[in-house]
C-alpha cells in the first residue's frame, strides 16, 4: 500500500508542476500530506474523506486526479491542518497570478510573416547565424545552444506564463471558492482563446522557424503542451460565475479549431508522423 501511494504521489506531482514564472507548487504534495502514510490507516482515511467527497462526475478534468482533488478539498474544509501549509503556499501563487498578465499574442513587438499579430510565432532556440555567409543565413544549428535572440518573439514564454497564471487561480478557487481567482482566470482564458482583439489564431504555422530556411516547423507543436494542464484548470472553474456558458462554448471552439488544424496542416501531419518525444506532446493534445 505503502508504494502504491508513493507512485500515485509521484505521479500527481509531475502531472500538476508548474513551468515558468509562478513559484513551484506541488498540489500533488500537497495531496501527499494528507495520504501519504503507511499500511490500513492511509487507506481508511482516504476513503473516509472520499465518503465526504463530491462524486468525480463533478469534476470535468482529464490529467488532474478529479477524486484526489475533491478527497483534498473536503479534508481542508473540515479543518485538515496537515493540508493548511500546502493551500497557504497554493494562495500564495494565487495572489502572484492576480497581479501577472496582460497575456497576448499580439502584444510582441515581432510580426510574422503573416502580418497578423494574431498569429503565434516563435524562432527555433538552437539555430545561430552563419558565420559564413554575409547575411547570416540560413542559420545553423548548435546542440544545446540557445540563442538569445528567440526573446524578440515571446509568445512561448507568454502563453506558458498564460497557462500557469490560470492553473494557480483555478487551484485557488477550487479549494477555497474564492471568485477574485475565478474572475481573473476568465479574464485571461479569455483574452487568449476568444476576444477578437487579443485571441491567438488556433494554428502554430509560425512557430520554431529558422531564419532563411522555412517560417515554421511541425516540432513548433511541442510548444503548446502545456495546453492540455489548461484544460484542467478550466475544469476546476466550473460553477463559478466568472466562466460562463458562453466562454465555455468559446473556449471549446478555439480548441476544435486547434485540433483540425493539428490533424489536417501538414505540419501536424509531419509531427504526427514522426518518432520522437513531440508525437506524445501532440498525441496528449489531440
Known sequence: MERRLRREVRLDSIIMRKTSGISTILIGAAVALGVFQA???????VERAASHAEPRSALRVFLIDGRRLQVARQRLREGDKDLAPALESLK??????????????VYKQATPPSGNKHDYMSQAPYFWPNPDTTNGLPYLRRDGER?????????HRVMDDMIAAV????????FTGDETCAVQAAK???AWFCDPATRMNPHLKYAQAIPGANTGRGIGLIETRGLT?????????????AW?????RDLQDWFDRFLQWMLESEHGRDEAAAKNRV????????
Do not use: H
Not at 39 to 45: F, K, L, N, V
Not at 167 to 174: I, K, M, N
Not at 279 to 286: D, F, N
Open 279 to 286: 508525437v506524445r506532446a501532440v498525441c496528449r493534445q489531440e
Open 92 to 105: 500564495r501563487d494565487a495572489q502572484k497570478a492576480l497581479n501577472a498578465g496582460p497575456f497576448s499574442v
Open 147 to 155: 540563442n538569445p535572440e528567440i526573446t524578440k518573439y515571446p509568445d
Open 244 to 248: 460562463t456558458n458562453a466562454d465555455q
Open 188 to 190: 485571461f482564458l479569455r
Open 167 to 174: 492553473e494557480s487561480l483555478a487551484l485557488c478557487y477550487f
Open 229 to 241: 494542464r489548461l484544460v484542467d484548470a478550466v475544469g476546476l472553474l466550473a460553477g463559478s460565475k
Open 39 to 45: 499500511g490500513p490507516a492511509a487507506e481508511e482515511s
